[in-house]
C-alpha cells in the first residue's frame, strides 16, 4: 500500500466519469479521498449514462483525460469486459466479495446496489401506488417515468427487468417487462423522458421507478414529499461495477482509488449514500458498520436476493435493444 499510495500521489490525478454528487454520496467520496491523498479528481460527464462511460473509454483512449476507473451496471461491466477493456485488480478485501458479484480474474466487481423502488411525490400523488399492476390505473395517467433509456442506463433497464418479474417474467424473459411499458405506454401513463429530481419537482414525474437509495439521495433531498416503495409484486436488486481501465493515464491512483471505495471508509461511505455497499454483510459481522447509517435503510423485501447470470444479463440486454423501441413507436 505504502508503494501505491506513493505512486497514486506521484501521479496526483484521478479522472473519473458519471459519478454524480448525490449518487450514493460520492460527492462526499471524492472530497474525502482528495483530502486523504491530496490527488486530484476530475468527475467528467457526471450525469451521463453506463454506455457513455464505455464510449468514452472507446473514444478518449491514449489521451490524459480519459477515465482511469468506470461505475457500470453489470451489463455494461461485461460488454466492457467481452471488448478487452478492463485491467486485471484485486483490492485486498477481495475475498469479501462474493463470487457472484465479480469476475473471477479481477476485471470487474460490485461495488454497491439497492432494490428496484417506486418513488412518488405525495403532494400530487394522492393514491399510494404499491406496485407495478397499480401504475396501469387510469389515476396515474402522464406520470409514471425511468431515468432514461433502458439499452443506455442501467438503472431504467434495471427497471425493465424488475417489471418483467412483476409480469410472469423471469432472471431468463426479460420480455414481459418491455410489454409492460409498451402497455403503459399504450394507456398513456408512462412518460418517455429521462426522470429526475427536477422533472418530479416540476409535476412532469411523479412517479418514479428507480433504484431505492437514488430515489431518496437523488431526488428525496428536494423533494420533501417524495415516498418510496419497494413493489409488491417484484423485489429486483442489482449492483454497480468497478473497473479500472486497461488505458488508465494514471493506472496508480485507479488502483488506490479502488482500495479506498473497498476500505471500511469506502464502503461506510456508500452505506452513508443509502446504498448496500457490497461488503455491507462482513461490515455488519465484524461490528465496523456505521449503526447509524445501516439502521436508516429502508427495510428489505423477505427471501435471499438472485442476480441474473451474467448468460441471462446479456440475453436479456439483446432483448431489449431488440425491443425497446417499439415501447413508444
Same mark, same amino acid.
Given at each position: 500500500?505504502?508503494?501505491?499510495?506513493?505512486?497514486?500521489?506521484?501521479?496526483?490525478?484521478?479522472?473519473?466519469?458519471?459519478?454524480?454528487?448525490?449518487?450514493?454520496?460520492?460527492?462526499?467520496?471524492?472530497?474525502?479521498?482528495?483530502?486523504?491523498?491530496?490527488?486530484?479528481?476530475?468527475?467528467?460527464?457526471?450525469?451521463?449514462?453506463?454506455?457513455?462511460?464505455?464510449?468514452?473509454?472507446?473514444?478518449?483512449?491514449?489521451?490524459?483525460?480519459?477515465?482511469?476507473?468506470?461505475?457500470?451496471?453489470?451489463?455494461?461491466?461485461?460488454?466492457?469486459?467481452?471488448?478487452?477493456?478492463?485491467?486485471?485488480?484485486?483490492?485486498?478485501?477481495?475475498?469479501?466479495?462474493?463470487?457472484?458479484?465479480?469476475?473471477?480474474?479481477?476485471?470487474? *466487481?460490485?461495488? *454497491?446496489?439497492?432494490?428496484?423502488?417506486?418513488?412518488?411525490? =405525495?403532494?400530487?400523488?394522492?393514491?399510494?401506488?404499491?406496485?407495478?399492476?397499480?401504475?396501469?390505473?387510469?389515476?396515474?395517467?402522464?406520470?409514471?417515468?425511468?431515468?432514461?433509456?433502458?439499452?443506455?442506463?442501467?438503472?431504467?433497464?434495471?427497471?425493465?427487468?424488475?417489471?418483467?418479474?412483476?409480469?410472469?417474467? =423471469?432472471?431468463?424473459?426479460?420480455?414481459?417487462?418491455?410489454?409492460?411499458?409498451?402497455?403503459?405506454?399504450?394507456?398513456?401513463?408512462?412518460?418517455?423522458?429521462?426522470?429526475?429530481?427536477?422533472?418530479?419537482?416540476?409535476?412532469?414525474?411523479?412517479?418514479?421507478?428507480?433504484?431505492?437509495?437514488?430515489?431518496?439521495?437523488?431526488?428525496?433531498?428536494?423533494?420533501?414529499?417524495?415516498?418510496?416503495?419497494?413493489?409488491?409484486?417484484?423485489?429486483?436488486?442489482?449492483? *454497480?461495477?468497478?473497473?479500472?481501465?486497461?488505458?488508465?493515464?494514471?493506472?496508480?491512483?485507479?488502483?488506490?482509488?479502488?482500495?479506498?471505495?473497498?476500505?471500511?471508509?469506502?464502503?461506510?461511505?456508500?452505506?452513508?449514500?443509502?446504498?448496500?455497499?457490497?461488503?455491507?454483510?462482513?461490515?455488519?459481522?465484524?461490528?465496523?458498520?456505521?449503526?447509524?447509517? *445501516?439502521?436508516?435503510?429502508?427495510?428489505?423485501?423477505?427471501?435471499?436476493?438472485?442476480?441474473?447470470?451474467?448468460?441471462?444479463?446479456?440475453?436479456?440486454?439483446?432483448?431489449?435493444?431488440?425491443?425497446?423501441?417499439?415501447?413508444?413507436?
Amino acid at each position: 500500500m505504502n508503494a501505491l499510495v506513493a505512486a497514486a500521489k506521484k501521479e496526483g490525478q484521478l479522472n473519473v466519469i458519471t459519478l454524480p454528487s448525490n449518487w450514493a454520496n460520492y460527492g462526499t467520496i471524492m472530497k474525502d479521498f482528495t483530502a486523504k491523498y491530496g490527488i486530484k479528481i476530475t468527475d467528467a460527464n457526471p450525469d451521463g449514462s453506463s454506455q457513455d462511460e464505455l464510449n468514452a473509454i472507446a473514444q478518449l483512449k491514449g489521451q490524459s483525460r480519459a477515465p482511469d476507473v468506470v461505475d457500470v451496471g453489470t451489463a455494461f461491466a461485461v460488454k466492457g469486459d467481452q471488448a478487452g477493456d478492463w485491467a486485471p485488480y484485486e483490492v485486498a478485501t477481495w475475498g469479501d466479495i462474493p463470487a457472484d458479484a465479480k469476475a473471477p480474474n479481477g476485471d470487474w *466487481y460490485a461495488d *454497491y446496489g439497492g432494490y428496484v423502488a417506486i418513488g412518488y411525490d =405525495s403532494a400530487k400523488v394522492k393514491v399510494p401506488p404499491t406496485s407495478f399492476a397499480d401504475l396501469l390505473k387510469p389515476i396515474y395517467k402522464n406520470e409514471v417515468a425511468i431515468n432514461g433509456n433502458p439499452t443506455q442506463a442501467s438503472a431504467a433497464f434495471s427497471a425493465v427487468f424488475a417489471a418483467a418479474l412483476a409480469n410472469g417474467g =423471469s432472471l431468463n424473459n426479460i420480455a414481459p417487462g418491455v410489454a409492460y411499458f409498451k402497455k403503459l405506454h399504450s394507456v398513456g401513463n408512462f412518460v418517455p423522458v429521462t426522470a429526475s429530481a427536477a422533472t418530479m419537482e416540476s409535476g412532469q414525474t411523479p412517479i418514479v421507478i428507480w433504484w431505492d437509495y437514488l430515489l431518496a439521495s437523488e431526488i428525496g433531498t428536494s423533494v420533501s414529499s417524495l415516498k418510496i416503495v419497494i413493489p409488491s409484486d417484484a423485489s429486483y436488486a442489482a449492483y *454497480y461495477d468497478q473497473a479500472i481501465s486497461k488505458y488508465a493515464p494514471d493506472p496508480a491512483a485507479a488502483r488506490l482509488w479502488e482500495e479506498y471505495l473497498y476500505s471500511t471508509t469506502g464502503q461506510n461511505l456508500w452505506l452513508q449514500g443509502e446504498a448496500r455497499p457490497i461488503e455491507l454483510p462482513t461490515l455488519v459481522s465484524n461490528g465496523t458498520v456505521d449503526q447509524t447509517a *445501516y439502521k436508516a435503510l429502508p427495510p428489505a423485501p423477505p427471501g435471499n436476493v438472485t442476480f441474473p447470470t451474467q448468460a441471462q444479463q446479456a440475453a436479456a440486454e439483446n432483448i431489449v435493444a431488440q425491443q425497446w423501441s417499439s415501447v413508444i413507436g
